[in-house]
């Protein structure tokens, strides 16, 4: 267990958590409403990171790529957030109980891999902040300016608020 990932893992969960907070407040047609960027909408980029969660989660157990609780997933964009913080809280549960030092041998494409459990956990975290700013980026562009900090020092600083009030 490392502390810095549990870290992570709980900052992914704030971050994911206030996303979602602006994102429920919204019209559902406007989280569908096709933007240009990686992914057609806000909704599609919700549910590419929450595959990545629990795709990831999936293989770190033991279980493979299993990412069909997204693919099989027609509930609303409220339902899908509400899975992905389940998700998010399992990867965190993870984390704080693995062996992050553990390696994880796996093929992809035809190749083998061999990765520090560790290294999977920070792509997760990173990969969810890139996807964040996306979506950030995708409500501005539909119009809208009242967004959440998300970025690391906020949680930071809202931790050391927190501690000292």
Known sequence: ?????????????????RIVQCLLKLDEKLLEEPIISSFPNIK??????????????????????????????YGSTAGLMKEWKKTSEQFKDFVEKADLEQELKFE??????SIPFKEIAHTVFNHGTYHRGQVVMMLRQLGINEIPQTDYIEW??????????
Do not use: C, P
């Not at 930071?156 to 009030?165: G, H, I, P, S, T």
């Open 1 to 17: 267990m490392l502390s810095t990932h549990i870290d992570y893992a709980n900052y992914n969960i704030w971050a994911n958590k």
């Open 44 to 73: 599609a980029t919700l549910a590419h990171l929450w595959m990545a969660e629990l795709g990831w989660l999936s293989r770190l157990k033991g279980d493979g790529w299993d990412t069909s609780q997204v693919k099989d997933f």
């Open 108 to 113: 992809h494409k035809g190749e083998k891999f």
């Open 156 to 165: 930071v600083r809202e931790k050391a608020r927190a501690k000292n009030a």
